[in-house]
Nanobody
């Protein structure tokens, strides 16, 4: 089993920045995908970004150029640096880990950007 704990959410003005962090604990395999999804009120959960253990990354089109994902394999952490935040980025952000056993989710952290 893998446990994930996110931190770093909050209220930020449009154009501002936040950095989300996620720490994974438990039975961690070295070859995992770590990443982030988000869910806005009344909408389905949507992909934001992921990073492979070797450092390759993938981003949703709506965050390219604004968000940067990074990970520390030794510490089992994955961060999401969010810049130039917009009201439409308001959502609960969920950290996830995918390995050969399945997908594990964190409890989510709220990001609010007022319009």
């Amino acid at each position: 089993q893998v446990q994930l704990v996110e931190s770093g959410g909050g209220l930020v003005q449009p154009g501002g920045s936040l950095r989300l962090s996620c720490v994974a604990s438990g039975s961690i395999f070295s070859t995992t995908i770590m990443g982030w999804y988000r869910q806005a009120p009344g909408k389905e959960r949507e992909f934001v970004a992921y990073i492979l253990s070797g450092g390759n990354t993938n981003y949703a089109d709506f965050v390219k150029g604004r968000f940067t994902i990074s990970r520390d394999n030794a510490k089992n952490t994955v961060d999401l640096q969010m810049n130039s935040l917009k009201a439409e980025d308001t959502a609960v952000y969920y950290c996830y880990v995918r390995d050969r056993r399945g997908v594990y989710w964190g409890q989510g952290t709220q990001v609010t950007v007022p319009s």
